[in-house]
């Protein structure tokens, strides 16, 4: 195991910072739960994960500053200065967007995503430093504090890369899932009345049945944000809430109408043929 894959282990066994992120995971749980506010900070409304998007714009200012920095000389001082301020200014909102997306997680990648704030956190309030030296005109100080925040902001960034390709986090659970392209007999009609759902075996993958009348609507039964059991979730107004994190997808096109799901649920068609339930997958 090389080193830095030994530090991530350590800190996903260190059990002790279980208490502080469970507290902290309340607290922005709480602010997070206008559908609004969800929807922003998950990226539901372009149907994107946006704190990956936004991490772009701090550590691309970050580094540019610091080449500047570096290499720059005098002229570039004002460039560098400003590119400071820049990362700053977008490391705002990318925080509010990270801790968002933290807060659904639990164990491991609960501690792991706590370092990786802490570490981004402390980068900010050396550049904010680095700011302040920069203004005042203590040139040698203010690059020092940002330099230093440019190594810290490095470490952030490796715990954040590991969270999603190693952990996962924050992937979409439903992508390989696929469903029969035939139709598919799953359920007899009679054991579906109407207003219920039930969840059935559909070729490899399982798929939510709700019955409306005489329609009869169906998903993927695996949430794609996090996988939680849609089968055990309510329906309401013509939607199905996940009960692990409340993502909400409408029935009859899995849709998104409040995350923090971000890519909507596969839907299926189906059809009664000869008092059994049918469904495949939608082409296209």
């Known amino acids: 195991m090389n080193p830095l894959d030994s530090l991530v282990a350590?800190?996903?066994r260190f059990d002790r910072l279980d208490g502080v992120s469970a507290a902290l995971a309340g607290v922005v749980g709480k602010a997070v739960q206008p559908r609004v506010v969800r929807n922003v900070l998950s990226g539901t409304v372009i149907g994107h994960p946006v704190h990956p998007l936004l991490t772009d714009l701090p550590i691309g200012a970050w580094s540019m500053a610091a080449?500047?920095?570096?290499?720059g000389g005098e002229?570039?001082?004002p460039a560098a200065d400003l590119?400071?301020?820049?990362?700053?200014a977008a490391?705002?909102?990318?925080?509010?967007?990270?801790?968002?997306d933290w807060s659904d997680t639990h164990g491991k990648p609960r501690r792991v995503g706590l370092v990786h704030a802490a570490a981004n956190s402390a980068a900010l309030g050396l550049y904010a430093a680095s700011g302040v030296a920069r203004s005042k005109g203590s040139r040698g100080l203010g690059k020092t504090l940002g330099l230093a925040g440019f190594g810290i902001l490095m470490v952030g960034g490796f715990l954040g890369g590991h969270l999603s390709y190693a952990s996962g986090v924050n992937v979409n659970r439903t992508a390989n899932r696929t469903g029969p392209a035939k139709w598919t007999p799953v359920l007899d009609d009679a054991e579906l009345p109407d207003g219920s759902h039930r969840k059935v075996e559909a070729g490899k993958v399982s798929v939510l049945l709700y019955r409306s009348g005489s329609r009869i609507l169906a998903v993927d039964s695996v949430c794609s944000h996090m996988g939680g059991p849609l089968e055990q979730g309510e329906i309401d107004g013509g939607c199905v809430v996940c009960p692990w994190h409340g993502s909400t997808f409408r029935l009859?096109?899995?849709?998104?109408?409040?995350?923090?799901?971000?890519r909507p649920q596969p839907r299926y068609e189906t059809r009664l043929n000869e008092g059994r339930?049918?469904?495949?997958r939608t082409p296209g």
């Open 252 to 262: 009859k096109d899995g849709s998104v109408v409040r995350g923090p799901a971000t």
């Open 10 to 12: 350590s800190i996903e």
């Open 67 to 71: 080449l500047l920095d570096v290499l």
């Open 75 to 77: 002229a570039m001082e």
């Open 277 to 280: 339930i049918e469904v495949r």
């Open 91 to 100: 490391a705002v909102p990318t925080a509010a967007a990270g801790l968002n």
């Open 83 to 88: 590119l400071v301020a820049i990362g700053i």
